[in-house]
């Protein structure tokens, strides 16, 4: 009885396995968003690269915010994982006993890290660059503005990862800050289509501004940026209630922190 019961379990557990397999080769070939929305749902984020990459490179684009932002979320949450283990193995070689490390093994890993971080970035970067952006800008409605939202998005994201690489080891760091540069111009383009209050707009208003203040030292222009940014977005606020409330209030308390600070230098 036993040993019937135990096969019984095992046929099951090869049915499930057939199954399950069958339903993911499937999602794979066919239609890999839903599977990566569940990756990303449950934090294995490097499944949500590899089927991101996959949906894309055949041709599609994130038509959702949803999934849009699943993208820039979930990239920067795998760009975190990777940065915080590449840190981690470079403070034990700079803090650990030497008499303690295996050098041979530590050098190595932290090279290895070093480089699975930059490409995380390099990656997105491809995806934005070769494919998103371009299907976008495709899209894109200049009668109606339609697409615009997609495009702030997905250049400023761009912008953001140029700019993020600055403080990767082994980029060519005049070359990250034209192309972080550009990508926040050129959002520009497309900045005037959407409500100023759109939490969007504020994004690529508080990434710009920083970028301007902290990498091209230019505090009046960022300063400028923001309190513009700030005083559009006040005239619109009656439409505040068609965006993510929260996510207004935290921008523009960001905003806000940056311009008391700017202006206290």
């Not at 140029?162 to 403080?167: A, D, I, N």
Request: charge should be negative.
């Amino acid at each position: 009885m036993a040993a019937t019961s135990s096969l019984l379990s095992l046929n099951c557990l090869s049915l499930w396995f057939l199954l399950t397999f069958a339903v993911y080769d499937d999602f794979y070939l066919d239609n890999p968003l839903p599977p990566a929305r569940l990756a990303f749902a449950i934090g294995e984020y490097e499944d949500m690269a590899l089927f991101l990459t996959h949906y894309i490179t055949s041709g599609q684009l994130l038509s959702t915010p949803q999934d849009r932002d699943m993208f820039t979320f979930g990239f920067r949450k795998l760009f975190d994982k990777k940065w915080s283990q590449m840190k981690a193995a470079e403070a034990q070689l700079e803090f650990g006993d030497p008499a303690q490390l295996n050098m041979k093994i530590l050098e190595p890993y932290i090279q290895k890290v070093q480089q699975e971080t930059v490409k995380v970035c390099d990656d997105a970067l491809k995806l934005l660059e070769d494919y998103l952006i371009p299907g976008s800008v495709a899209d894109f409605n200049p009668g109606t503005g339609e697409g615009a939202e997609h495009l702030v998005v997905y250049i400023t994201t761009a912008g953001a990862i140029h700019q993020t690489k600055l403080g990767l080891p082994n980029v060519d760091a005049s070359l990250e800050t034209t192309a972080a540069n550009r990508a926040y111009m050129a959002a520009y383009d497309y900045v005037p289509e959407l409500n100023p209050i759109n939490p969007v707009v504020l994004r690529w208003a508080l990434r710009y501004s920083l970028f301007l203040s902290d990498v091209m030292g230019d505090t009046p222009r960022a300063l400028h940026l923001a309190q513009s940014s700030i005083s559009e977005a006040a005239a619109y606020e009656d439409f505040m209630y068609d965006y993510d409330i929260k996510q207004i209030q935290s921008l523009t308390n960001e905003l806000n922190n940056r311009i008391n600070f700017w202006i206290n230098q």
